[in-house]
């Protein structure tokens, strides 16, 4: 089993830089992908961005945060990272992380056996 705890939520103007930080537990944390969704108010779940197990490939929504959002990974520390930059006004969500082996279809919630519960971010505009 995998705990995962997001951390780094807050409110920031837009056009600002927010890292996201997601610490899982166990010693399995190698073996997961893990991905960034994040949920609006109304909205549902929306795939932000995914990691392979050894941070050698990610791949990142299309519409919209590719170009301005990083996911990268520390397995040495148990640590999967969302770095947002250029922040805008509709980036504004619940952010969550979650961890799954099923690599075949990052984009889908489904995929994912472990969810974390959540980050608030917040974007002025």
């Known amino acids: 089993q995998v705990q995962l705890v997001e951390s780094g939520g807050g409110l920031v103007q837009a056009g600002g830089s927010l890292r996201l930080s997601c610490a899982a537990s166990?010693?399995?944390?190698?073996?997961?992908?893990m991905a960034w969704f994040r949920q609006a108010p109304g909205k549902e779940r929306e795939f932000v961005g995914a990691?392979?197990?050894?941070?050698?490939?990610?791949?990142y929504s299309e519409d919209s945060v590719k170009g301005r959002f990083t996911i990268f990974r520390d397995n040495g520390k148990n640590m999967v990272y969302l770095q947002m930059d250029s922040l805008k006004a509709e980036d504004t969500a619940v952010y969550y992380c979650?961890?799954?082996?099923?690599?075949?279809?990052?984009?889908?919630?489904?995929?994912?056996?472990?969810w974390g519960q959540g980050t608030q971010v917040t974007v002025s505009s």
């Open positions: 979650a961890a799954g082996r099923d690599g075949s279809k990052w984009s889908e919630a489904a995929t994912y056996d472990y």
């Open positions: 166990g010693r399995t944390f190698s073996t997961y992908d």
């Open positions: 990691i392979s197990r050894t941070g050698g490939a990610a791949a």
